[in-house]
């Protein structure tokens, strides 16, 4: 059964740093490219970007582009999403997505990691 | 790149059908074939209904179906139940340096 876990919810003070994790299982993690979605409260989706955990090829939408950092450890099918330094902006959900090979779609979804962000 | 248009409401009686509109551009939903469809229902995560603008996942209902004329796609649920209640956005692959779009969300309800 394909699985994608996300690590728990967070709640960070502005200006700190935050990794969150996105564990894939059930198939080659190797094989798909990992997304990130974010959700803001109330708001609808908004694609952050991309990760080839095979070679680590990693897509950002300019919205997000040297806002977060996407990466994976292949060896242990995890995908991240990072912040350095954290705003109260960045308060919302998170979904990691796997994106069905030769299409734009997005077939699994983990369950989401809620950050909250308040001083 | 904008997120593509959806209408904020639409809604139906139970057994009606309903047709949720996407619109983008020659760039995105007119130029290619990859638009998806997605299910939110309150507190969960999405749930991909329609892919490659027609096509129905494995276990997916065939009350949903999509379709696609020019920049615009349409997501029709058909028999409209209870359970179809939720929130649906479109997305679609661009040719911008995205390259994704989701689209703005369309609330469904069942009167």
């Known amino acids: 059964e394909v699985q994608l876990v996300q690590s728990g919810a967070e709640v960070k003070k502005p200006g700190e740093s935050l990794k969150i994790s996105c564990k894939g299982s059930?198939?080659?993690?190797?094989?798909?490219?990992i997304g990130w979605v974010r959700q803001m409260p109330g708001k609808g989706l908004e694609w952050m970007g991309i990760?080839?955990?095979?070679?680590?090829?990693?897509r950002y939408s300019p919205s997000f582009q040297g806002q977060v950092t996407i990466s994976a450890d292949k060896s242990i099918s995890t995908a991240y999403l990072q912040w350095s330094s954290l705003k109260a902006s960045d308060t919302a959900m998170y979904y990691c997505?796997?994106?069905?090979?030769?299409?734009?779609?997005?077939?699994?979804w983990g369950q989401g990691t809620l950050v909250t962000v308040s001083s | 790149q904008s997120a593509l248009t959806q209408p904020a409401s639409v809604s139906g009686s139970p057994g009606q059908s309903i047709t949720i509109s996407c619109t983008g551009t020659?760039?995105?939903?007119?130029?290619?074939?990859?638009v998806s469809w997605y299910q939110q229902h309150p507190g969960k995560a999405p749930k991909l209904m329609i892919y490659?603008?027609?096509n129905r996942p494995s276990g997916v209902s065939n009350r949903f179906s999509g379709s696609k004329s020019g920049n615009t796609a349409s997501l029709t649920i058909s028999g409209l139940q209870a359970e179809d209640e939720a929130d649906y956005y479109c997305?679609?692959?661009?040719?911008?340096?995205?390259?994704?779009?989701f689209g703005t969300g369309t609330k469904v309800t069942v009167l």
């Open positions: 997305s679609s692959y661009t040719s911008s340096s995205i390259p994704y779009v």
């Open positions: 490659e603008v027609s």
């Open positions: 020659s760039s995105d939903v007119g130029g290619y074939n990859y």
């Open positions: 990760i080839y955990p095979g070679d680590s090829d990693t």
């Open positions: 059930g198939y080659s993690f190797t094989s798909y490219w």
């Open positions: 997505v796997r994106q069905v090979p030769g299409d734009a779609s997005f077939d699994y």
